[in-house]
């Protein structure tokens, strides 16, 4: 089966202006502007395949959203191409961006003064979506958000998370098969960003859409996406499984204990690192291929109450791979 | 559909939440109004105050009352605002969303603007009833076929001044100060457009240099037409090919400066 999205060597160099501070850097700007060639992205190729969720990842300039935006035809590409849905976003016209929606976390399309179904019938007709279509979508949407006390007040009126909700309405009334989604549960509260993350996986399994995401909040990432793309400094650093990623990059384990009376942290200590203790609880971390073993010998050695093997914290494996990569850069 | 259901439909969507969005600010409303009533009225005083018992440049009192009416209608119904919105979507990041729908922001502009004239000028209109019943002056002769050139006039005025402010908003792609270079235009407008003053009454040398560029075209031009005394062929036939031709330049200038800024868009975020 064709992608649904593709990037080849994709990259794209901003030229910014540089300038020394104070008012002498100002005035000499002024005459005499220098620039500089930022790399934003850098030579990035990928795949995905219809119906996939993806999740992009990196910290905050990594080039995600340059990404994004090339591949929603937002952004002129410095060197290499895109496909998606079939379509060169920068030459694709109407029928490319009938087939996409863009959702910005920290813009919104609704008009703010005026209640999210009026946006809603201004995109019936920017994207001519007949009358019938149209109200059994918004029936949809509305019952799979949550939305129905909430689409005739102003946007104003709305809470963070409900207009979120109301953001992805609308830019899936034309159901789009390919989404791109940047930050979409930026600054919500945590039953909020549930509810978004559940709306998205309904919405890919009804309609075998495709999803590419960026988050800084890992849950968005594992409750939702197959797979991730790791980006820093404009270059990909991974794309792959998590778990594989788990595997690569973490070389320890948390044995998680719940220790019965007697036992000091010197004794444990001789089993690995003691990464807290605050008696009856304990972590201690591990060689990953030792993990097993050293298990095995502390119940036979220790009064141990309760134990669970669980890899590091997500977030630890994904700054250790933003590390990794930024290492690899210098 | 047919295409110009659809667009109709689109235009009616637009307009209607532009309406939608004005009822939220009634005050400001009012002030527009008020702002586009004062300059010509100010402008009135003065000339009313010079010309006296006589004339000056041709124009009697009642002459330039007929003519600064006319700028306050003609200027209503053809006034661009277009470039400090597409100014603070370019830099704010708004026109990210607009670009990634099927429809050219170009087109929310044109249906705002629409929106705003047919408000501005309704209002101005019934200012100029209420005057008119009043005053004999300010009142228009009853001619068609003026009134139809006028029409035409009007039109491709505002179809030039709506492509002159876009043009310059686009201009946000490359400067933070798309919007100055807005105002010094309008700067230069209120003289040279025959704002505060008609054509006639200009400085011979600043007259000639206005007759080379657009200026005349965005305002004077409609305005002589609908007030003035004679529709000679040779008066219509340079007034409507100047305007034509300006026409043509600026909407060349607007693809030129759409195609090369959304190469150049930074897009804001990174």
């Not at chain 1, 952004?75 to 996409?100: M, N």
């Not at chain 2, 946000?172 to 010094?184: G, Q, S």
């Not at chain 2, 600026?250 to 400066?257: G, N």
């Amino acid at each position: 089966m064709a992608a649904a999205i593709a990037a080849q060597q994709l990259s794209k160099d901003f030229r910014v202006k540089v300038r020394d501070p104070g008012l002498r850097g100002a005035v000499a700007a002024l005459f005499r502007p220098r620039y500089r060639t930022v790399r934003a992205v850098r030579a990035v190729s990928f795949e995905i395949a219809p119906g996939e969720i993806v999740a992009f990842l990196g910290p905050n300039g990594a080039g995600k959203t340059t990404t994004l935006k090339m591949l929603a035809g937002l952004l002129y590409p410095s060197a290499g191409s895109t496909r998606v849905a079939g379509f060169d976003p920068w030459t694709g016209g109407s029928e490319f961006k009938r087939r996409i929606a863009l959702v910005l976390g920290n813009r919104q399309q609704l008009v703010w003064d005026l209640p999210a179904l009026e946006t809603f019938q201004l995109n019936r007709a920017i994207y001519d979506i007949p009358r019938l279509d149209f109200q059994a979508r918004v029936e949809e949407l509305s019952d799979l958000l949550g939305l129905a006390d909430v689409l005739d007040k102003p946007v104003r009126q709305l809470s963070l998370g409900e207009r979120m909700k109301c953001e992805l309405a609308a830019a899936l009334l034309h159901r789009p098969p390919i989404l791109f989604l940047d930050e979409p549960t930026l600054g919500l509260d945590v039953s909020a960003q549930d509810a978004i993350r559940r709306f998205l996986s309904a919405y890919r399994d009804r309609y075998g859409a495709t999803i590419l995401l960026t988050s800084h909040y890992m849950q968005d990432v594992t409750a939702l996406a197959s797979r991730v793309l790791i980006i820093n400094r404009g270059r990909l650093l991974y794309d792959g499984a998590l778990e594989a990623l788990v595997a690569r990059i973490a070389r320890t384990k948390r044995l998680e204990l719940v220790l019965g009376d007697g036992v000091t942290e010197q004794r444990l200590a001789v089993f690995g690192t003691v990464k807290s203790f605050r008696a009856p609880n304990a972590v201690l971390e591990v060689p990953r291929a030792e993990a097993a073993a050293t298990s095995a010998r502390l119940l036979a050695a220790l009064p141990v109450v309760d134990l669970s093997i669980e890899d590091p914290p997500i977030e630890d494996v994904i700054r250790q791979a933003f590390a990794a990569g930024g290492e690899a850069e210098e | 559909m047919s295409p110009v259901a659809v667009w109709t439909r689109r235009y009616g969507a637009m307009i209607r939440n532009a309406w939608l969005v004005d009822l939220q600010y009634r005050a400001s409303i009012v002030l527009w109004v008020l702002w586009g009533v004062t300059e010509p009225v100010i402008a009135l005083g003065i000339w009313w105050a010079i010309a006296g018992d006589g004339a000056v440049g041709g124009y009697a009192r009642d002459d330039f009352a007929r003519y600064f009416f006319g700028v306050m209608l003609v200027n209503a119904l053809t006034i661009a605002w277009d470039s400090w919105q597409l100014d603070r979507w370019i830099r704010e990041g708004d026109l990210n969303y607009r670009l990634a729908r099927p429809l050219n922001p170009l087109h929310e502009s044109l249906a705002d603007n629409l929106a705003y004239k047919v408000r501005g000028a309704g209002t101005i209109l019934v200012v100029w009833l209420a005057a008119a019943s009043v005053w004999p002056a300010v009142r228009l002769p009853f001619d068609p076929t003026r009134w139809a050139w006028v029409a035409l006039a009007v039109a491709l005025a505002a179809a030039m001044r709506f492509f002159i402010s876009y043009t310059t908003g686009l201009l946000a792609f490359w400067t933070t100060r798309a919007t100055a270079i807005m105002e010094l235009h309008a700067g230069v407008g209120m003289f040279l457009a025959g704002r505060v003053a008609p054509l006639a009454l200009l400085p011979p040398v600043v007259a000639s240099v206005a007759q080379l560029l657009w200026f005349p075209y965005m305002l004077a031009f409609p305005v002589e037409l609908l007030t003035g005394a004679s529709l000679t062929s040779d008066k219509l036939l340079r007034g409507f090919a100047g305007q034509i031709v300006w026409l043509v330049i600026w909407i060349a200038a607007y693809r030129l400066a759409w195609r090369r800024g959304l190469q150049r868009y930074g897009a804001v975020g990174g």
